[in-house]
């Protein structure tokens, strides 16, 4: 999309002095609304018509440099524990029915994710779409993990991705508090509809919804008529682009319902985040396939990020370094509960500060990985590949067959990357210490 982002002025000026108020208040808790894109890079914004979160993003903050893993679970190990999935071994894929669980382990059960925090102040939490944070060994069965994980109600659920061969968009195992079926409504609007209702159903409470589609992850089908347009015989890349077209009309009801209700934006926050870039295999044609999902590249770890809602700046782009981990002290420190940092959140950063208050960033860089098999502590490992991010560089590192390629980014100067730098000197020097630190922090 092309996003017709402007200074608001006055008006801007008035929502800070408000919001600052607000986030200081002892009054209600705000509801929130948490929504997970999968596979797509920040970049595709510029490239696919998205008239949702073009409104969205006319009502609030466009988080221009929102980074993530380039892979999925890592990302949303972040999201719900407020810490690089090092720390408990998670630099790729869990599978969620694998029968080696010691590769495929999620989180240890002793640390509280953000709904278990939410729950425990009084929140209704309920997460609605794909969850892919824990195995079935661990559990013995996973149709109860979201009781263990601080979810009331789990609806129009998936506990990975929708197995090759086996599951599609049209036909795929739901699960609804417990029970699990076959469902054959389109994945995306199943999930939009469950989290509408139990949204309705909640209101006067004060409300956490964790949607997490599945789309536009593979595999690439076309959506219904009614909601995408796809010509017979379109390739992965107009499949998945319509994926997203259609996400984006579904998703536009469910902004709809907050915005009309109780108690709308005023005390409400809306995030929508991707949880890695746009995957190899639906590449637009300004893409390099070999830089984005799984890459620390920009188009494998820049993810789409709108906040809106409680007091936010309108219609505002912000450049300030954020990661996905950061929305644990974030909304610990909106909703006001407090959290042992030896068991979360160790590399959280609020971003009520820089997002609502124009502060400076809690950040002077941010980090991003890869890494398999999953398990072992990152001081014991190499990384894949790794990457640290400051507001003007970017030291990559790169491991193939045991051998290491550092590379250095002006991205200030290169966006793209095209242009690596020689890996040298003081910035590479400070960046290049800084990877080492965190690689011997995990265990």
């Not at 002793?110 to 079935?136: C, V």
């Not at 968009?169 to 076959?182: A, K, P, V």
Request: proline fraction near 6%; charged fraction near 20%.
């Amino acid at each position: 999309m092309r996003l017709l982002l402007f200074l608001a002025g006055l008006a801007t000026g008035l929502l800070l002095a408000w919001s600052c108020s607000r986030t200081d208040s002892t009054g209600s808790r705000p509801d929130l609304l948490f929504v997970v894109l999968d596979d797509i890079s920040a970049s595709e914004l510029d490239r696919i018509d998205t008239p949702t979160l073009d409104h969205l993003a006319s009502r609030g903050t466009v988080c221009e440099r929102m980074y993530a893993m380039p892979g999925c679970c890592p990302t949303r190990y972040g999201f719900m524990f407020g810490q690089y999935g090092f720390r408990d071994g998670i630099g790729g894929i869990i599978s969620a029915r694998a029968a080696d669980a010691v590769d495929n382990h999620g989180p240890p059960l002793e640390r509280p994710t953000l709904a278990a925090q939410l729950q425990s102040i009084g929140y209704e939490t309920a997460m609605f779409g794909k969850w892919h944070l824990d195995n079935a060994n661990q559990f013995g069965e996973l149709k109860d993990f979201y009781l263990r994980r601080g979810f009331d109600e789990i609806r129009a659920g998936t506990v990975g991705n929708f197995p090759p061969r086996q599951e599609n968009y049209f036909s795929w195992e739901r699960l609804d508090n417990g029970e699990i079926r076959t469902e054959t409504e389109y994945a995306t609007t199943a999930q939009t509809e469950a989290a509408m209702e139990w949204w309705d159903r909640h209101a006067g409470q004060s409300r956490f919804a964790y949607l997490c589609y599945n789309a536009p992850h593979f595999p690439f089908q076309a959506p219904p008529e009614h909601l995408a347009a796809v010509a017979s015989g379109a390739d992965k890349r107009a499949l998945y682009v319509a994926s997203i077209e259609a996400l984006d009309k579904e998703l536009g009801r469910l902004i709809e319902l907050v915005e009309n209700g109780d108690p709308g934006l005023e005390n409400t926050l809306i995030v929508v985040i991707g949880d890695n870039g746009t995957p190899e295999g639906a590449t637009a044609v300004d893409q390099d396939r070999n830089k984005v999902k799984r890459s620390v590249f920009e188009d494998g770890i820049r993810v789409p990020c709108i906040l809106a809602g409680l007091g936010l700046p309108a219609a505002r782009s912000s450049r300030t370094l954020l990661h996905a981990v950061d929305f644990y002290a974030t909304f610990a420190e909106l909703t006001r509960f407090e959290f042992d940092h030896a068991l979360v959140a160790q590399d959280s950063h609020s971003m009520v500060g820089s997002l609502w208050r124009e502060e400076a960033s809690a950040r002077e860089w941010t980090f991003c990985q890869r890494f398999s098999p999953n398990g072992a502590p990152s001081n014991e490992r190499d990384f894949d590949a790794a990457a640290v991010i400051t507001p003007t560089h970017k030291l990559m590192r790169v491991l193939d067959q045991g051998v290491a390629t550092w590379s250095l980014y002006d991205l200030q100067s290169d966006p793209q990357e095209q242009h690596p730098l020689p890996p040298t000197g003081p910035v590479a020097d400070l960046l290049r210490s800084t990877l080492d630190q965190i690689q011997h922090q995990g265990g």
